[in-house]
């Protein structure tokens, strides 16, 4: 099957992968590339040259991994520079029998599609969450069912207009088109998350850098999400104030640390390129926990805002770098959330941790949009492969 190449835009580094299905059982890497940069913050860029220095050298690199050239690139979009917009349609059931036919769901979605009033924004993809048919409501593709009235709840994924002009401006000297934009979370929550544990809402938990993402997703679709701006650099950023140390210190310090466990020792010493230290590990145990309280209490508050009730026991996953690669992270979070969290994650030889996953689940997500010579985009005759690649997974 022919390679294809993602770009993955995290809040602290650029990823380039090019790799290809194995008879659909698995991704061969070509080639891959990570690269620092200066990040994001808030849904805005702040270094447009660090972005495209960070994005031309992770394409030129994996260029050179792979021994290809790179022509088209699918770019992961980040949950800051996206949106969701739930809309629901109806559409009669002409002749043929009163039976839904292919060309009805691409119809159907159209429409919902239609009822969209968005300026700034430019449409990723279309993904039915629910279908209804003679009032009942399915996941289940209704193609060739009998009804009058066909109905869908579509969620609609959007992407910044400013987002893709400094894609596109920063892939233009390499001669690189972008083949499509997808969305990171609906990717990882496709390639994390089980199809059967998708009937009902689950919850994916994507702690990075500079934020975290907290996303629903419903069958084949996201509904929802919120952005919460703490991640692993503030849990650094609090350890380098507050034991008065350089940041590349506190990540280490960082690392050592683990959640609900009694120190072997009442101290640490840290050492810095000026000297080493003694460190009281009650300071360090404080100044985390602060935080990552912090952040379970805005976890929390956002899970309720999206309507989501520990008590209702949802399947839940962890993804991202940050807490959820701490030792006892996991942990800390599931006692905090009082949630059952999995974690889950693409395997790939040497790059088997939760911080490549978003890369890994956006090149799958591609590969199978892509499959059969299948196009992405919403034009009539494609959609329904589409979602049959997407539901199921």
Same mark, same amino acid.
């Given at each position: 099957?022919?390679?294809?190449?993602?770009?993955?835009?995290?809040?602290?580094?650029?990823?380039?992968?090019?790799?290809?299905? @194995?008879?659909?059982?698995?991704?061969?890497?070509?080639?891959?590339?990570?690269?620092?940069?200066?990040?994001?913050?808030?849904?805005?860029?702040?270094?447009?040259?660090?972005?495209?220095?960070?994005?031309?050298?992770?394409?030129?690199?994996?260029?050179?991994?792979? /021994?290809?050239?790179?022509?088209?690139?699918?770019?992961?979009?980040?949950?800051?520079?996206?949106?969701?917009?739930?809309?629901?349609?109806?559409?009669?059931?002409?002749?043929?029998? %009163?039976?839904?036919?292919?060309?009805?769901?691409?119809?159907?979605?159209?429409?919902?599609?239609?009822?969209?009033?968005?300026?700034?924004?430019?449409?990723?993809?279309?993904?039915?969450?629910?279908?209804?048919?003679?009032?009942?409501?399915?996941?289940?593709?209704?193609?060739?069912?009998?009804?009058?009235?066909?109905?869908?709840?579509?969620?609609?994924?959007?992407?910044?207009?400013?987002?893709?002009?400094?894609?596109?401006?920063?892939?233009?000297?390499?001669?690189?088109?972008?083949?499509?934009?997808?969305?990171?979370?609906?990717?990882?929550?496709?390639?994390?998350?089980?199809?059967?544990?998708?009937?009902?809402?689950?919850?994916?938990?994507?702690?990075?850098?500079?934020?975290?993402?907290?996303?629903?997703?419903?069958?084949?679709?996201?509904?929802?999400?919120?952005?919460?701006?703490?991640?692993? %650099?503030?849990?650094?950023?609090?350890?380098?104030?507050?034991?008065?140390?350089?940041?590349?210190?506190?990540?280490?310090?960082? /690392?050592?640390?683990?959640?609900?466990?009694?120190?072997?020792?009442?101290?640490?010493?840290? /050492?810095?390129?000026?000297?080493?230290?003694?460190?009281?590990?009650?300071?360090?145990?404080?100044?985390?926990?602060?935080?990552?309280?912090?952040?379970?209490?805005?976890?929390?508050?956002?899970? %309720?805002?999206?309507?989501?009730?520990?008590?209702?026991?949802?399947?839940?996953?962890?993804?991202?770098?940050?807490?959820?690669?701490?030792?006892?992270?996991?942990?800390?979070?599931?006692?905090?959330?009082?949630?059952?969290?999995?974690?889950?994650?693409?395997? @790939?030889?040497?790059?088997?941790?939760?911080?490549?996953?978003?890369?890994?689940?956006?090149?799958?997500?591609?590969?199978?949009?892509?499959?059969?010579?299948?196009?992405?985009?919403?034009?009539?005759?494609?959609?329904?492969?589409?979602?049959?690649?997407?539901?199921?997974?």
């Amino acid at each position: 099957m022919k390679p294809a190449a993602v770009l993955d835009i995290g809040s602290s580094k650029i990823v380039c992968l090019c790799g290809s299905f @194995v008879n659909h059982d698995g991704i061969t890497v070509h080639g891959v590339s990570v690269c620092p940069y200066n990040g994001y913050q808030g849904g805005v860029f702040a270094d447009h040259r660090s972005l495209h220095n960070a994005i031309v050298e992770s394409v030129s690199k994996a260029e050179q991994e792979a /021994r290809m050239r790179i022509r088209e690139a699918a770019i992961s979009v980040p949950a800051p520079f996206s949106k969701i917009i739930l809309t629901e349609a109806t559409l009669p059931i002409g002749n043929r029998g %009163k039976r839904v036919m292919a060309e009805d769901i691409d119809d159907v979605i159209s429409l919902s599609l239609k009822k969209v009033k968005l300026s700034g924004y430019v449409l990723m993809h279309s993904t039915p969450v629910s279908f209804t048919v003679g009032g009942a409501v399915s996941s289940a593709l209704p193609t060739g069912a009998k009804t009058e009235e066909l109905g869908a709840l579509v969620s609609h994924m959007y992407v910044q207009e400013e987002f893709v002009r400094a894609m596109e401006q920063a892939l233009a000297p390499l001669d690189i088109e972008i083949s499509m934009s997808v969305s990171s979370q609906l990717c990882a929550a496709l390639a994390i998350i089980p199809e059967k544990e998708r009937v009902r809402p689950a919850i994916l938990i994507d702690v990075g850098y500079t934020h975290t993402d907290v996303s629903i997703v419903e069958n084949a679709a996201l509904t929802d999400i919120r952005t919460i701006d703490i991640g692993g %650099k503030h849990l650094s950023s609090d350890l380098a104030f507050g034991l008065d140390i350089p940041l590349e210190t506190a990540e280490q310090v960082k /690392r050592r640390f683990v959640f609900l466990q009694e120190p072997l020792s009442s101290t640490e010493i840290v /050492r810095t390129p000026t000297g080493a230290k003694r460190v009281d590990h009650a300071a360090i145990e404080l100044i985390l926990e602060a935080r990552a309280g912090e952040l379970v209490t805005l976890i929390r508050a956002a899970l %309720k805002e999206m309507g989501i009730s520990p008590e209702a026991s949802p399947i839940t996953y962890l993804t991202g770098g940050g807490i959820a690669m701490m030792k006892g992270g996991i942990d800390y979070l599931k006692r905090g959330l009082q949630l059952e969290i999995q974690r889950d994650t693409p395997w @790939v030889a040497d790059m088997d941790t939760p911080n490549y996953t978003s890369c890994f689940a956006a090149l799958d997500f591609v590969l199978r949009a892509t499959s059969d010579d299948i196009v992405t985009n919403t034009s009539p005759g494609t959609l329904m492969d589409r979602l049959r690649n997407l539901f199921t997974k």
